[in-house]
């Protein structure tokens, strides 16, 4: 049979495969839970027992899998190192070697889930065409992956592209999960843009339908597309942050594209409306016509990317 590439995907409930041809076609997709306990010492012998039955019922070979690339959500380091993953138990230790174990010796490749992510969209997803792009996640958290010349910027312990965690604001009272104070995924998240709302909806009585008790990122930016006032008052907020956060990462990597994807990117291309003005303010002139799209691949950008990973490679 035809050569072909396993990707996965691992998040902290589900764990998303699927398993492509050479050209990036997706030929079949699944999902397995993610079993934590013991500290998560069952999800990688889970995955591998997951794919050798996929290879199986296909009637694959080990022959016919160019090799298995995956993310996971944690710092990953370009020799498949992971240091730590809070959320999953594990400590440090190599993905790529453990999986390639477990898989009898099939070629593996790791790296951070938002990476993996970025580098999806940029093979077959909204940044597509391009080889130097920021994938902008604003989901419960901001996640950020940043490719360069086509390749994942890393860093030295994998932290490379925590654009989240880019300090934003001096004087926030309330802790980010990291533990730092004034952490752009505060304001820019989904959550971050509840925080703003519900700041602001208790700062005066004006008239909102957000005081109607739904202050979710959905219910905010649904009320901007109504002509609320208070709405575009947190929308503009929002995008204050996120605009010069975003020109802050521009300075460093010059992109071409960010590509913004996640939950809230659900509102559509309105969102540039309040993220580029801001953006252009504060930006070095060189990166000021940086292009804004929206991620295409939705939840099975990871996948994607973690196929990229190996196809990378070239071990065909």
């Not at 391009?130 to 994942?152: D, F, M």
């Not at 460093?252 to 291309?269: L, Y």
Request: hydrophobic letters at 40%; a negative charge; aromatic letters at 6%.
């Amino acid at each position: 049979m035809s050569k072909v590439i396993f990707g996965v995907d691992l998040g902290g409930t589900t764990v998303k495969m699927g398993y492509f041809d050479t050209e990036g076609n997706v030929k079949e997709k699944w999902e397995i839970p993610t079993r934590k306990e013991n500290n998560g010492s069952r999800i990688l012998p889970d995955i591998a027992a997951s794919i050798k039955a996929k290879m199986s019922e296909m009637g694959m070979e080990k022959d016919d899998v160019i090799g298995v690339g995956i993310g996971v959500p944690g710092p990953v380091d370009a020799k498949g190192v992971i240091y730590k993953a809070a959320n999953l138990g594990w400590d440090v230790f190599s993905v790529k070697e453990e999986l390639a174990v477990l898989l009898g010796g099939i070629p593996v490749e790791a790296g951070n889930d938002a990476n993996v992510a970025a580098l999806g969209e940029m093979w077959r997803g909204g940044g597509c065409g391009y080889k130097n792009l920021v994938a902008v996640t604003l989901g419960t958290g901001v996640g950020g992956g940043i490719i360069v010349e086509g390749k994942i910027l890393t860093g030295a312990t994998g932290a490379g592209g925590e654009i989240g965690h880019i300090h934003i604001a001096d004087d926030e009272p309330d802790a980010c999960g990291c533990g730092n104070h004034g952490c752009l995924e505060q304001y820019a998240s989904a959550t971050g843009v509840s925080r703003l709302a519900r700041r602001r909806l208790e700062a005066d009585d004006k008239p909102s339908v957000l005081r109607n008790g739904d202050v979710s990122a959905k219910a905010v930016f649904d009320a901007v597309k109504a002509g609320d006032s208070v709405a575009i008052e947190v929308a503009k907020e929002f995008g204050r942050y996120l605009g010069k956060g975003l020109a802050a990462v521009a300075c460093v990597v010059n992109p071409e594209i960010f590509v913004i994807g996640g939950g809230v990117s659900k509102a559509g291309e309105v969102l540039f409306g309040y993220i580029v003005d801001e953006y252009k303010k504060y930006v070095f002139r060189g990166s000021r016509d940086v292009r804004f799209a929206l991620a295409t691949l939705g939840n099975d950008a990871g996948i994607y990317g973690a196929a990229k990973l190996v196809l990378d490679l070239n071990i065909v």
